[in-house]
């Protein structure tokens, strides 16, 4: 099993290029099996979770080949509506071809994602609302076996809660059904502005009709299409954070900054000098760290992806700070190896007291969840001496390139068997 040796410590200080956004690929991709034409896809970041997303559509008869930067989906002989456990399990998002499927085929019979170390992951929120367009279904055995009998109908669905997911699913679903759609309560994520500006793109009839309403009209023509997926606005979170925390100076490339206003002017109160141009962020880390309040919130609140990663720097503020979890049941899985390291962190309900003033110490570490692994990472970077992060498959579903990211600008980082 492979794990990364990190040298600490230093001041970041340099240039990161941002990659493409493993959470707006992940739905455009699902969204290709509307297609029976060729879809070209650029900016898709080489991540572990990118390459099973396409194993699941080879697996449902998608032809698919790299030319250069650009993948290729050719689908005119996509005809199978299975996905499979095997490749579901090991990423959620893999639910996100129900949709499709259903909107092509009029059934499918998906594997039920299962859990993960951040939560259940439930997904009754997607199939309650794919019932309204006249799907039925039944859980058999770990598999969704969904169907349309009279094909999907375009109707009025208020989501119970806002979900990402349950929202891109039912996006998708309702860009090929009778008539037309109002989704109302839907998360507005950016990587959810992505998948409709590709969808459009694709020839489908969606319009944002209030902040959190769309409106979607049934098609039954799909042009081939390209389309360049916007940037990891978490990677950029992440890079941000670790200037911040190493009291390094960064320049943050290929982003745009207003779509993540909150992580900046949060970064701002902590003290970190921040400024901004049409497609870069500066950042310089400040020695006084201030100490600042978090919850986690659907966009435009603060992220929950990033909340591992802040409360490492918050782990270095002068004063103790409160961490509050509100979209997921488990995602404090990073607390007990930051106390190994030093961290003085405790845990009621969802809520995290971070005391302040804490010198991390090296240490041979644990990865659980993709965002937590990268937090080790950052509270490794700030310590003197060798530390040892165990699983890092973990950190490789969502990070490109993170050690030569991260060597470029001045850490000691390797990968070793
Ligand atoms: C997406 O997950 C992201 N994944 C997550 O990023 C992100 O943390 C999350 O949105 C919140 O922003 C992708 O985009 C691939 P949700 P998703 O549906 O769609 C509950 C990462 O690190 N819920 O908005 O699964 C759910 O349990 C990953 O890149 C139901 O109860 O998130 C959670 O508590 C981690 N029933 C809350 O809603 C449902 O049917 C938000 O989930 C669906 C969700």
Known sequence: MQKLEVFGANKLKGKINIS???????PILAATLLSNKKVYLNNLPKVKDIETMINLLK????????????????????NKNFASYNLVKTMRAGILVLGPLLAKFGNAKVSLPGGCAIGTRPVDIHLKA????????????????????????????????????ATENLIIASTLAKGTTILSNCAIEPEIKDLVNFLIKMGCNLKWVAKRSLKIVGVNQINETSYSVMFDRIEAGTYLIAAAVTEGNLKIKNIIPKIILT???????????????????????NKKINNVNIKTAPYPGFPTDLQAQIMVLLCKANKKSIVKEDIFEN?????????????????????????????????????T????????ILAALTTKGKS??????????????????????????????
């Open 20 to 26: 493409g956004s493993k959470n707006a690929s992940l």
């Open 263 to 285: 992580e900046i002017n949060t970064l701002r109160k902590i003290g970190a000098k921040i400024t901004t141009k049409k497609n870069e962020i500066h950042i310089i880390g």
């Open 59 to 78: 697996s449902l008869g998608s032809i698919t080949k790299f030319n250069k930067n650009s993948l290729i989906i050719d689908n005119y002989k996509q």
């Open 130 to 165: 794919l019932s309204k367009l006249g799907v039925k279904y039944k859980i058999i055995q770990g598999y969704v076996h969904a169907m349309a009998p009279k094909g999907l109908i375009g109707s009025k669905i208020h989501f119970s809660k806002i979900s990402v997911g």
């Open 331 to 367: 995602r404090f899985m990073h607390v007990a190896e930051l106390n190994r390291m030093g961290a003085n962190i405790s845990i009621k309900g969802n809520k995290a007291f971070v005391e302040g003033n804490t010198k991390f110490a090296a240490a041979e570490l644990m990865a």
């Open 369 to 376: 969840d993709l965002r937590a692994s990268v937090s080790l």
């Open 388 to 417: 040892v992060i165990n699983r890092i498959y973990h950190l490789d579903r969502g990070y490109e390139n993170i050690e030569k990211k991260l060597k470029k600008v001045g850490a000691k980082i390797r990968r070793v068997n």
